[in-house]
Nanobody, 124 residues
Framework: QVQLVESGGGLVQAGGSLRLSCAASGRTFSNYAMGWFRQAPGKEREFVAAISWSGRTTYYADSVKGRFTISRDNAKNTVYLQMNSLKPEDTAVYYC?????????????????WGQGTQVTVSS
C-alpha cells in the first residue's frame, strides 16, 4: 500500500520561501516519476512540477518557472519542492503524487497515488 505524506506547508509573507517534502512508502519509489500539484479554493487541481525517476528531467508550470525547484532523494524516498519568491496567487493546498511510469509527466490522470495535501498560504 502506497503512502505519501507531505509536510512543510504554512503561512509566509509574499517574497518568502518554503520547502515542501513528500515522504513515500509502500512502493519502489525510485522506479517512478513524481509530481507536485496544487488546488486553490474554487479551482481545479493544477500541475506545478514533475521529476523523472532519476531526477535528470524536470518540468514546471509556467507560473512557477524560475521560482520553484523540484528535487528528489531516492535513498530517502522523498521528493522536495523548494518554493522561493512566493506570491499570494501561490496560495493553495499542495499535493505530491506518484506517476504511473518513470518519465516525468504533467497531467493528473498520469498519476496513481496522491498524498493528503499541505496548505500553503502566502500573505500580501
Amino acid at each position: 500500500q502506497v503512502q505519501l505524506v507531505e509536510s512543510g506547508g504554512g503561512l509566509v509573507q509574499a517574497g518568502g520561501s518554503l520547502r515542501l517534502s513528500c515522504a513515500a512508502s509502500g512502493r519502489t519509489f525510485s522506479n517512478y516519476a513524481m509530481g507536485w500539484f496544487r488546488q486553490a479554493p474554487g479551482k481545479e487541481r493544477e500541475f506545478v512540477a514533475a521529476i523523472s525517476w532519476s531526477g535528470r528531467t524536470t518540468y514546471y508550470a509556467d507560473s512557477v518557472k524560475g521560482r520553484f525547484t523540484i528535487s528528489r532523494d531516492n535513498a530517502k524516498n522523498t521528493v522536495y519542492l523548494q518554493m522561493n519568491s512566493l506570491k499570494p496567487e501561490d496560495t493553495a493546498v499542495y499535493y505530491c503524487a506518484v506517476a504511473q511510469a518513470p518519465t516525468a509527466v504533467t497531467t493528473t490522470r498520469r498519476y496513481d497515488y496522491w498524498g493528503q495535501g499541505t496548505q500553503v498560504t502566502v500573505s500580501s
